[in-house]
């Protein structure tokens, strides 16, 4: 039988399913591994071919784990919450738990195609009530919380509260709002409930607070900064501003530090470390007070370079600045409320990436210098974030490029400060270098010197003190949407209260409509009678995206048996699998996804709930398989108007055209199929072409692979075609898993064949199964084991591609030496097992192993002896040119290499009855026969 890998793949994919091969227990004498991919999000579109390359390299090893001797978790679920399904619903008015399911059903169909090992029976959706659930339920205790400093960890509010019943609020170091009270015990006491929810919020670690958000009005929500484009919403293209709500936030900020010596021991790369630490942005500097000229207000702002304080000449605030409408005189009001206007069309992302373009506008206001009250103008300008630092800046022209060019723009003063200036145009930290010149207190310092000094000074006046400060901010923990999880939160007295925990979930009502209200409240306030206990309001703001992928992996770690349990996860899973040993995912998630993950990790531990301190141990980012386009080049008129006639590739420069991409399922091998083109538009009915050699050949150019480029190649069809072991080798032999690499379907017919020329050696000339007992030779155990020692270091390191190029030379070898030996095939089987594990399963059982499957085999073990060299095959020369090569032991010496060379036959019949009047033998490199 020749190799049906429809039928055969089909089996396999039906009995791992019926027997839950795959699925694990949660305690084993073996080792624990526990392999993660990213999860999905199910979304109409269903998978195309680039989707399965990080679960396939995650597969690979996982059943390769297996192999080893591990007890392997590889789980699968889907985040199933979020705005594509909601969009769609408020455009059809359907359900979005209806597309998610139908969605989610398109993926399993093709996950199950592709032979994927995932333990079914632990599948999450975070959309789900049993599994938000538990998403609500971290809520609480992040509510319920608060950051301890003397212990450098999260505290349950209780110890808070009991804090303040016995000494008030002395000596407490947390991480809170700038507003915390001092009390005394009575004073606290004494306070009504009211003053003490108000006072435990500025320290609770998920709390309410103002904030400047991005507003999408069209699509009625707050958007994440990765969500926004130049100023529109990057779904839907709509207008995107900076507006000012409450909102939920959580404090990750108290982690920042510990979230960057994290970073120290885990294995992930590089580039995404160094993102998190960029976004984390550690500054060590001071805090300024500059009291304003005219009123009691002060404006803070943080430096690291307090040693230039002399060389302000100017303030900036964030126009969203609390102070900017009191610091506005009435004859800068209209040009204040201008910019303003202009700045909320901008992103935050954007408003930091433009360093080129300068703007502001003067408030009409002044500060004072606090060490030596030079009146400095007040300004704002859009490159200043409120929510970032104080949201105002110190700026010194002479040290600072982009003062400078400020400066420069508005004709504000630069003031020398040091004694060995540079060029300030072309240099922007002048100020590390000479000593400083225009203050008695710090003249004759160097930069190192003076800061100390400074800081000490501004303590003493009560003007600023030492700080470290973050780039990040506190997370914003809210979405005025309808498809996410419900926060379980009620309002009394216009204050938040948890719900109790025995009424979790809090799952969503139902509602007419998708949209806001037509009052402007999110779409939960459309439901009716809700409310808690019949009589508190809900919070009609859910979770954004990023809640219920924030502790997923743990919930995997639950059985399906363990899952009735009142629990996040059982503490005896979490003891057994710990963490994560292997994350396979994207890098565009390195300041979402896996920084807020982090974050709730550590929580969960300093409350006990978890044992580890990082939920992944090893990350790897998998590289993006980009589309290869192909073009149609249609021939443009005199007019300039497009017709219907369209030219070859290799000919279009001969005419006037335009090139318009055209769907690569009808193109084989860059030429076009003529007759699915005329049926794929109306227009291109009648089509005409100019052929180039009989042929119309497509262009081509490599792109992102989406629909609009008709450039998305469906991994259904290739499976259709070629089988899922055929889509899982060449996934991975399109190059290195982390690099970026185009998707050329030209090159599949070569592994497809591969896999055909393996299956014939396990069957003779009639396709009959055939397999010999007889022992194997030293060249067998050679290819054997130098394929064995490949696989396991290259699975090892990640270097999936280049194990597919060894099982093709492997395999050729075999079938060059005629090998049907059961004791190479067998092993072989094994090796290949985590690549391509329908067909070896086939090859398993066809063996006559006993019943079960090849997933539990042993790997093999690899013995160097057989790639010791103790022959070489000689090449044989007739006067100098080549004829044949002839094995010979290393060991013979030249007389007898010399003696055996001319008793073979095949030297014979090349002599054809000349005596050879010399015989050169260079030991271990030639033999050459003079006649």
Known sequence: MDYQFRELESKWQQYWAENQTYKVDNTSSKPKYYVLDMFPYPSGAGLHVGHPLGYIASDIFARYKRLKGYNVLHPMGYDSFGLPAEQYAIQTGQHPALTTEQNIATYRRQLDQIGFSFDWSREVRTSDPAYYKWTQWIFMQLFNSWYNLEEDKAERIENLIQHFSLKGSEGIRAVSDEDTLSFSADEWNQFSERQQQEELLKYRLTFLKESTVNWCAALGTVLANDEVKDGVSERGGYPVEQKKMMQWSMRITAYADRLLQGLDIIDWPDPLKEMQRNWIGKSTGASVIFPLEKGDDAIEVFTTRVDTIFGVSFLVIAPEHELVSSLTTPQQKEEIETYIAQTKKKSELDRMADAKTVSGAFTGSYALNPLNGTKIPVWIADYVLAGYGTGAVMAVPSGDQRDWLFAKHFNLPIIQILDAQKDIEHEADATKEGRYINSDLINGL?????????????????????????????????????????????????????????????????????????????????????????????????????????????????????????????????????????????????????????????????????????????????????????????????????????????????????????????????????????????????????????????????????????????????????????????????????????????????????????????????????????????????????????????????????????????????????CNKRKILQDLVVVLAPYAPHITEELWTLLGNPAGTVSFASYPKFNPDYLVEDEFAYPISLNGKMKMNLNMSLTLEALEIERFVLENEDVKRYLDGKTPKKVIVVKGKIVNLVV
Request: charged share 30%.
């Open 446 to 818: 160097t930069y190192q010197e003076a800061i100390p000094v400074l800081i000490e000074k501004l303590e003493q006046l009560k003007a600023g003190k030492a700080k470290i400060q973050y780039r990040m901010r506190d997370a914003i923990f809210g979405r005025q949407r309808y498809w996410g999880e419900p926060v379980p939160v009620y309002f009394k007295d216009g204050l938040p209260y948890l719900i109790d925990e025995q009424d979790l979930p809090l799952v969503l009502p139902e509602v007419d409509k998708y949209l806001p209200t037509e009052s402007g409240e999110p779409p939960l306030g459309r439901a009716k009678d809700w409310k808690y206990k019949g009589e508190y309001e809900y919070e009609l703001s859910t979770m954004p995206g990023w809640a219920g992928s924030s502790w997923y992996w743990y919930r995997y770690m639950t059985s399906a048996d363990e899952r009735a349990e009142n629990v996040m996860a059982p503490q005896p899973a979490i003891e057994y699998w710990k963490d994560v040993d292997l994350y396979i995912g994207g890098s565009e998630h390195a300041t979402g996804h896996l920084l807020y993950s982090r974050f709730w990790n550590k929580f969960l531990k300093d409350l006990g709930y978890v044992i580890e301190d990082e939920p992944f141990k090893k990350l790897i980012n998998q590289g993006m398989i980009q589309g290869r386009s192909n073009f149609v080049y249609r021939v443009i008129d005199e007019q300039g108007k497009g017709t219907n006639v369209f030219v070859s590739n290799g000919l279009k420069d001969q005419y006037k055209v335009s090139a318009v991409h055209v769907d690569v399922n009808i193109v084989e091998n860059d030429v076009l199929d003529l007759e699915r083109f005329r049926k794929s538009r109306e227009e291109y009915a009648d089509a005409e072409f100019i052929f180039e050699n009989g042929k119309y050949v497509c262009g081509v150019e490599v792109e992102k692979m989406s629909k609009s480029k008709f450039n998305v190649v469906n991994p259904d069809d290739i499976i259709e075609r070629y089988g899922a072991d055929t889509l899982r080798l060449y996934e991975m032999f399109l190059g290195p898993l982390e690099q970026s690499k185009p998707w050329n379907t030209n090159g599949i017919e070569g592994v497809f064949k591969f896999l055909r020329k393996l299956w014939r050696l396990f069957h003779d000339e009639q396709l009959n199964f055939k397999v010999s007992e007889e022992e194997p030779t030293k060249a067998e155990l050679k290819s054997l084991h130098k394929i064995i020692l490949k696989v396991q270091e290259d699975i090892e390191r990640f270097s999936f591609n280049t194990s597919v190029s060894s099982f093709m030379i492997c395999v050729n070898e075999l079938t060059e030496l005629k």
